[in-house]
DNA sequence: TATCTTACCTACTAAAAGGTATGTATTGCT
DNA sequence: AGCAATACATACCTTTTAGTAGGTAAGATA
């Protein structure tokens, strides 16, 4: 399929790039932000945390981030089964970051709060009792 | 399509959540990221520096920086037509953050490099000329 | 008058990401 | 023997995101 041209891609890997596509999607941001919070999570824990996420993504997600050495994922073989997820330290590096990001968004998320109050109440009540409210 | 439930969806908006939907995408944070470098850029300049991009998705990506008020478009009123961007104040705030992702992926990227050296070299020569070496 | 430049626009298509629904394994407990 | 608990796996489908290929406008210049 249109092999001729173009056969080594250079494709320009910019570093700000390269981070993005270990912590994009959909939930892995906050799956670090919730474990830097709490410390270790159960599979069954996180999934409660993250009421949102289907068990198809979390196991996906998490895989991807242990794949990246992002977070760690230490199982006990006991029955019903017991797996624990925590940060590696690669991925503590990030929190600093993502704890940026949590301010930045905080900050804008209340601007925008000023024109519709009630809706944003509910819907940040979730992620507050878990991330405390600063 | 299934009604009944769920009509107020309140799901939980995480502020972390809430920032990488402003600056997720392919190439928004690329976008912020050379214009902090830069200070501005005609379109046809960062169309330059990010290669790989097309010209529908530069125009879209900064439709979107631009309606979420991260950058601002200033159009000159000449034939050949003269547009530039530049970050806002808003935008300005996410440079730290970026600065911090970039800073981290450097340093991964560079620590994968020990076994594929010749690939990299090439592939992130592009952004280093629009970063510089650090 | 034709051509050039710049900054787009617009169908259409392809690929990636995410969602739904259902199934599996193990063993302690009743 | 049957059920509960936990942490998944997997096939299939939908939505979102991105890429391709072409076109437009308008004045400046040859």
New interface residues.
Partial sequence: MKSDLKQ?E???????????K?I?GKYK??IL?YLSMKGVLRYGELSRT???ITTKMLTQTLRELEEDNLIIRKMYHEVPPKVEYSLSE?GQ??I???A???????K??EKEASTSQAI?D??????QSV?GTD
Avoid at 100 to 106: A, C, D, M, P, R
């Fill in positions: 080594t250079p494709t320009q890997l910019c570093a700000v790039d390269y981070a993005f270990r994009g941001a906050r932000w993250l009421p949102d690669t590096e990030l600093p970051f993502i940026h990001l949590h301010h930045w968004g905080k804008h998320i944003l509910e819907r940040t009540k979730v992620c991330c």
